[in-house]
């Protein structure tokens, strides 16, 4: 099968600008009606349809003849439309192999670069612009394009807490919203906590520091009991800057062989205000501890661990949680 790379490579603008019309046609309805792509596209009608029906046979857009003509487009080519957007901004310069395929989400390697904003200037218009610079060398990142609405939507919804007030989502809405808060938290968290730095986000893709490394539940730790309490110490300096990851687990925790950790994996994080927000987090805890019982027979107390991380609040924070539940049930 193709990789991204090749089937990006193979494409022309023409191409990319129908792909890019449909999307946002698909922001107001599911078939894109092929009239509207000529007016959007900005491309005569011989190139609409000679486009439309090259990207049929290539499998990365729809078309329904009923009740209209109409076009759509799968997450295949929502990536490219993505991918198409960060090498024009100049973040992506080369996409590499696939780091990984999770259940809501493909994470390729890539080469690319950092835009770091120098000053804010008055623009030609009077508005206000950023001045960007771009590192002169290419840094390893990773890319990461969110299939949040691919899985069953109503389970999304019910673990997703950001999409709790939008009935009915379509799957680039949920996409985009799930990529959206990662970088949202990724940007809160770094550098306090030992999360990939983000570089960019563009539709329902996170770019992100390649930190290298291993998922936890792969490795054989020579110093299990090391590694337990630098994972407890990020977890406490993530719930200093009020969040909880809410999806902790021997996935989600990257280690490379210099011991350096990264935690991974955060568009479900919550607010330490989030009603769940603590019984989530024990949830974290108790993932990471039972991990490192099963593995190295690490005896670890689960309270012990709550009660590191909670640090002086613990008194306070669980009389108001067990309060909440009290009332909750009466
Ligand atoms: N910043 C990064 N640096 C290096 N590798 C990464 C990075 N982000 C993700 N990966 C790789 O991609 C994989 C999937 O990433 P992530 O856990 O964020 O996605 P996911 O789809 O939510 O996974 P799952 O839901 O299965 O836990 C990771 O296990 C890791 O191997
Ligand atoms: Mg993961």
Known sequence: MENLAETFLKLDR???????AIERGMRHC???????????????PKAVSGGLSKLVDKKLVFKTKEPYEGYQIGFAAYDLVALSDLVDRDVVVSLGALLGVGKE???????????????TEMGATGTAEEVTEATEEKLPLAVKFHRQGRTSFKHVRRVRDHLTDMPRCAWIHA?????AKEFRTLKHLFPEVSVPRPVALSHHT?????????????????NPEECLEIIFEEVAATWKKETVHADLSPYNVLIREDGEIAIIDW????????????????????????HFQRKYRL???LEEALAFVLGEEKTGEKERVTGERERGSS
Request: aromatic fraction near 4%.
């Open 14 to 20: 023409k191409e990319i600008t129908l792909l890019k």
């Open 30 to 44: 599911e078939w894109v009606p092929a009239e509207d792509l000529m007016t959007k596209a900005r491309l005569s």
């Open 105 to 119: 989400s493909v994470v390729y390697e890539a080469l690319g670069r950092i835009h770091v904003a120098e000053s």
């Open 175 to 179: 996409a985009r919203l799930g990529a």
């Open 206 to 222: 996170v770019v992100m520091e390649h930190t290298g490394g291993k998922e936890l539940y792969k490795l054989d730790l020579e």
């Open 267 to 290: 568009p479900q994080a919550v607010s330490r205000t989030h009603p769940q927000a603590l019984e989530l987090l024990e949830r974290d805890l108790k993932n990471v501890v039972n």
């Open 299 to 301: 005896d670890f107390d």
